[in-house]
């Protein structure tokens, strides 16, 4: 039996139908104030350039306003934390992101640390990750969550699964494995420095790519019927798992473009619509 298919740009699309109706009641509410999402690039990198135009895109596509923050490529920690301090104190930013990376001056975990709890909308903090993964209520991390979101609009069952994880980035590996086990799924961390990686994955009923390398995960690694979540993107059009030779012998899996990524963008606009929800006319 042919894979379902997690289409993570249909259920991005769907969303957002849903937002920009959430957003309208807020304006109605509230003598049109939108939710306002600040989001600050430092330096010139092109690809950050593009992820912060496509998240203020995404912001105007549900009515909602971005307020673009441009810092020089020379900016220092200490610059960057004073902008952060007054988007904190500013009552009409619902959420901040600080597009990742920064120039390597920066010390970007003291920065990421420095925005709010309430406005952490991109779920980057240390605070914010301690508290999700102790069950209590704090943003996700953008991409990790909205895997989640993906997984659970397709009624894919979690607990008492085994979910092999394989990364362990402060955005993703770690985040998504957390997610997983308070999901009640038993999960796998899996690094550089694991051994036996492909006996590993073979356990695995979700098998979540999180490395960075191209088709990196084998697909004779991948056992039959298992869901498969991929969330690396290179410019050859493939993630991380070698995902061709799997769509008949999988039961679920995200196709790549248009699985996880969108969801990920998404996720950054409905975590600031409902922190816009929470602050706005209340
Ligand atoms: P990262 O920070 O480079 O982390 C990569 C992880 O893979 C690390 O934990 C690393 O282990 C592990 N790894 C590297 N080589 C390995 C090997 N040979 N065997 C096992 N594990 C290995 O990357 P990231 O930011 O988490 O991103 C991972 C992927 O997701 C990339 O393809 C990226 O493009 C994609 N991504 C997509 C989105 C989206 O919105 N769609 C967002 C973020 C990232 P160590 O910790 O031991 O070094």
Not at 18 to 32: M, W
Not at 170 to 180: V, Y
Not at 225 to 246: F, R
């Amino acid at each position: 039996m042919p894979a379902q298919i997690l289409d993570g740009k249909a259920l991005a699309k769907k969303t957002e139908q849903e937002l920009a109706q959430r957003v309208a009641d807020l304006k109605a509410r509230s003598n049109g104030q939108a939710p306002i999402l600040a989001t600050i690039l430092v330096g010139d990198d092109p690809a950050s350039a593009t992820y912060v135009k496509m998240k203020g895109n995404a912001c105007e596509r549900i009515g909602m306003e971005s307020l673009r923050i441009e810092l020089p490529a020379s900016t220092s920690t200490d610059e960057l934390l004073a902008k952060i301090d007054e988007l904190n104190n500013d009552p009409n930013v619902h959420g901040i992101l600080l597009q990742h990376p920064v120039p390597e001056q920066i010390d970007e975990r003291r920065c990421f640390d420095a925005i709010s709890l309430e406005k952490d909308v991109d779920g980057v903090t240390c605070l914010g990750f301690g508290r999700m993964s102790m069950g209590e209520e704090a943003y996700g991390c953008a991409t990790p969550k909205g895997i989640m979101r993906l997984l659970e609009a397709y009624d894919i069952e979690l607990e008492g699964k085994h979910a092999v994880v394989v990364g362990r980035s402060a955005i993703l590996g770690k985040p998504m494995a957390m997610m997983l086990l308070g999901a009640n799924a038993t999960v796998t961390i899996c690094h550089s420095r694991t051994k036996n990686l492909p006996e590993l994955v073979r356990q695995a009923d979700i098998v979540v790519g999180a490395v960075g390398r191209p088709e990196f995960i084998k697909a004779d690694w991948i056992k039959d019927g298992a869901v498969v979540v991929d969330a690396g993107y290179h410019p050859e059009k493939v993630g991380d798992i070698e995902l061709e030779p799997l769509v008949d012998r999988v039961s679920a899996y995200t196709p790549v473009p248009g699985g996880v990524g969108p969801m990920t963008i998404n996720t950054l606009i409905y975590q600031t619509v409902e922190s816009g929800e929470k602050s706005i006319g209340q």
